[in-house]
């Protein structure tokens, strides 16, 4: 964390500051306000940074400095600090030693002619051993101390990796919101093992991408159809595709693996069609097992249509044959017979298991 100090009197020029340490800052503004008269105030700008940052995170262009205005119970502050961070006590309290260790170095005053040295006040945490604030206490005020702590109980968030290496996946996305899509990733990843954690996470965030995910883990084929418009990329639209599969419908699914090109995809449709073409067939629907085959080009089903088909036309001529009336009965037999031996031939077929 770094510091800006920009004085506005000119004479106080000397006491800007750029881009320092918070220590070095404190002791700034100490030097600074000692230089004062008794009673002169004077408005600095004051500016916090995140290391590698351009834009300050805390910006106060109107902070005044002497007339005793550091005099303010830092246990206000500290208890500020604890009412916004609840979650992070310790850390506060941390935080506050630090600052208070940061500027125990006595100052060197530089002495000066036309200022009056400021009296020392007596410390406000004398009696305090927790919080030797005092040192501190003629510097900064609550607006300040805010400022760093926001950033500071930045430094305290859990980094994102080590959320998701420790399974929290709600803090995870409630601290990182823009990681939801990796989240959600990891999420599926876990497979079948990680549904109940994935409930969880959707009961939390009510993500409709959660929810079509986790319809596939749950095979609740359906609710991932009517989820179809958020198949968007090729893991979501590899999901669709089975579901269309399971459902009854390697139609859609083969259209999807034109897009995807997967082999493993690409058996399951196959299979899939492979058992309507069978079943198509064995229901005499000819047309339709005729499409199908088209697609998988299988050649026991091509085969079993052609024989199917012919028994099915020979019979049909064998019927309209014996209506004739001028038949012998020898030859009546004999088509007869025929049309017994194919029927069975046909029945055998469709009434397989």
Do not use: C, W
């Not at 030693?97 to 100052?107: C, F, H, R």
């Not at 109980?153 to 859990?158: A, E, G, V």
């Amino acid at each position: 964390m770094l510091a800006n100090l920009k004085v506005k009197h000119k004479k106080y020029k000397d006491f800007n500051l750029k881009k320092v340490s918070i220590p070095t800052f404190l002791q700034k503004l100490k030097e600074l306000e000692h230089s004062l008269d008794e009673d002169q105030t004077i408005k600095v700008v004051i500016e916090f940074y995140k290391a590698n940052e351009k834009k300050p995170e805390y910006s106060n262009a109107d902070f005044v400095i002497g007339n005793g205005n550091g005099d303010k119970p830092f246990e206000v502050i500290e208890n500020e600090l604890k009412k916004l961070y609840p979650e992070e006590f310790d850390g506060v309290e941390e935080f506050i030693a630090e600052l208070v260790t940061s500027t125990e170095e006595p100052i060197t005053k530089k002495t000066k002619k036309s200022f009056k040295p400021k009296p020392k006040k007596e410390p406000f945490f004398k009696k305090h051993k927790k919080m030797v604030l005092g040192l501190i206490s003629s510097l900064v005020i609550i607006p300040i101390l805010i400022g760093i702590g926001f950033m500071f109980i930045n430094t305290l968030t859990p980094p994102y990796e080590q959320l998701i290496e420790n399974g929290k996946y709600i803090k995870a996305i409630d601290m990182y919101p823009d990681k939801k899509k990796d989240i959600e990733n990891k999420l599926f990843e876990l497979k079948f093992d990680g549904i109940e954690e994935y409930e969880a996470y959707f009961e939390h965030t009510q993500s409709q991408s959660a929810l079509f995910d986790l319809s596939y883990l749950k095979q609740d084929y359906e609710k991932i159809i009517e989820l179809k418009d958020l198949a968007t990329n090729d893991i979501k639209k590899t999901e669709l595709a089975v579901a269309y599969v399971k459902t009854g419908n390697p139609d859609e699914a083969y259209a999807l693996n034109q897009q995807l090109q997967s082999k493993a995809l690409e058996k399951l449709i196959k299979d899939k069609y492979m058992e309507q073409g069978f079943t198509q067939l064995k229901q005499l629907n000819f047309d339709e097992a005729k499409r199908i085959n088209q697609i998988i080009q299988l050649e026991t089903l091509a085969y079993d249509i052609n024989l199917l088909e012919s028994l099915t036309k020979e019979n049909s001529e064998i019927e309209e044959q014996l209506k004739k009336t001028d038949l012998k009965e020898d030859e009546k037999k004999s088509l007869e017979q025929k049309l017994a031996d194919n029927q069975k031939q046909i029945d055998d077929y469709t009434k397989q298991s």
